[in-house]
């Protein structure tokens, strides 16, 4: 992939999570008593065994990390 920022190209890799899916919240809202992420849109792939994770794309260049929310391994 090509960095949209600098475009050079990206590495392709996972963010991983612990226990639970990723989530998205816009930063219009707040968590629900500082923790919970009421109403925020699930990202990525999570199974009953294994880690979730996204994968997204780190451009060493500019430090920037992009996921690509089409572009999700089952």
Known sequence: MICPY???IMEKGHLYGDR???KWLSSSK???L???IA????IGKSGFFGRP???AYKCS???KLTIDLLDQED
């Open 6 to 8: 600098c475009s050079s």
């Open 20 to 22: 639970y899916r990723l």
């Open 30 to 32: 707040k968590p629900l």
């Open 34 to 36: 500082g923790i919970f």
């Open 39 to 42: 109403g925020g849109e699930n």
């Open 53 to 55: 994770k996204v994968t």
């Open 61 to 63: 260049v500019c430090s």
